[in-house]
């Protein structure tokens, strides 16, 4: 998997996960941010082979649309 279609996994994975919540805010920004806060930590306890997949996921989601409506597989 690629870490641009593994970026788009997390996010839409949170972000249906969210839905529950008010619709006030944008809730794909706070689920890029979760899965950002989640990378980093196995990112922290990885082998060095496969850090370099996890901070390309990391470099992915911040290039992600603002909503995840406009996220395109």
């Known amino acids: ?4 279609t593994k970026a788009i996994e997390l996010v839409k994975a949170l972000h249906k996960d969210m839905e529950y919540l008010d619709t006030y805010w944008n809730i794909t920004e706070d689920a890029k ?3 950002k806060t989640a990378i980093l930590q196995i990112v922290d306890f990885t082998e ?3 850090k370099f997949y996890w901070q390309e996921v990391l470099k992915e989601i911040d290039l992600l649309p603002e909503y ?3 996220i395109k597989d």
């Open 48 to 50: 060095t082979t496969s």
């Open 33 to 35: 941010r979760y899965a």
């Open 1 to 4: 998997m690629t870490p641009k």
């Open 68 to 70: 995840v409506e406009n």
